[in-house]
């Protein structure tokens, strides 16, 4: 059973324009949510993260929103650059106990246009 | 910055044989992940380590064996490689259990 899903395998956008990458989760027990970048050849690299005490994290051009009702949480890009265009991991792990696992969506290629 | 070294990026090997993929971190965490990533599958934990010589399995472990005999040194064994091993496989290492994990570059196997 798929307990974080990222529903869009791909997303194409103009430099320049909003990315709006989606990932959705099924565990209620998740409280803790992360963002990967993936390009090629190259391990995933952290973008950015949100505790689900909060509804927001921003930095820089990277905003996680996150809506615990829904179990729903997107990144936004804004402005997209060329440079941005990786795989997008949606990641989510479980505070408290002996868990260090974090559970990994499928991922999203995201490509951006010049 | 974080390091994490994988020690081949690229290993071709043969049915059956045994095989050892190391990763090493110069940060001195506490916790160690081997992950495998393959199209369409996003990444699956297969194992992973929060302190010397301690292990948990992850969602994957089977034809898997881990060993931290270091803390700075996580290996990933296939005791027996098969084709449907062939993967991208990324070591990752973090502190404390809500941070971010950082990756090493990945090795990708191939077994014939």
């Known amino acids: 059973d798929q307990q974080v899903k990222q529903n869009s395998p791909s997303l194409s956008v103009q430099e320049g324009r909003i990315s709006i990458l989606n990932c959705d989760y099924t565990?209620?027990?998740?409280?803790?949510f992360l963002w990967y970048k993936k390009y090629p050849a190259e391990g995933p690299t952290f973008l950015i993260s949100?505790?689900?005490?909060?509804d927001k994290n921003e930095d820089g051009r990277f905003t996680v929103f996150l809506n615990k009702s829904a179990k729903h949480l997107s990144l936004h890009i804004v402005p997209s650059q060329p440079g941005d265009s990786a795989v997008y991991f949606c990641?989510?792990?479980?505070?408290?106990?002996?868990?260090?696992?974090?559970?990994f969506g499928k991922g999203t290629l995201l490509t951006v246009n010049p | 910055d974080v390091k994490v070294t994988q020690s081949s990026r690229y290993l071709v090997k043969r049915t059956g044989e045994k095989v050892f993929l190391e990763c090493v971190q110069d940060m001195d965490h506490e916790n160690m992940f081997w992950y495998r990533q393959d199209p369409g599958l996003g990444l699956r934990l297969i194992y992973f380590?929060?302190?010397?010589?301690?292990?948990e399995k992850g969602d994957i472990p089977e034809g898997y064996s881990v060993s931290r005999e270091k803390k700075e040194r996580f290996s990933l064994i296939l005791e027996s490689a098969s084709t449907n091993q062939t993967s991208m496989y990324l070591c990752a290492s973090s502190t404390a259990r809500l941070s971010e994990q950082y990756f090493g570059p990945g090795t990708r196997l191939t077994v014939t």
């Open positions: 380590s929060y302190d010397v010589k301690m292990k």
């Open positions: 949100i505790s689900s005490i909060k």
């Open positions: 565990n209620s027990m998740f409280d803790y």
């Open positions: 990641a989510a792990s479980v505070a408290g106990g002996s868990n260090y696992k974090r559970t």
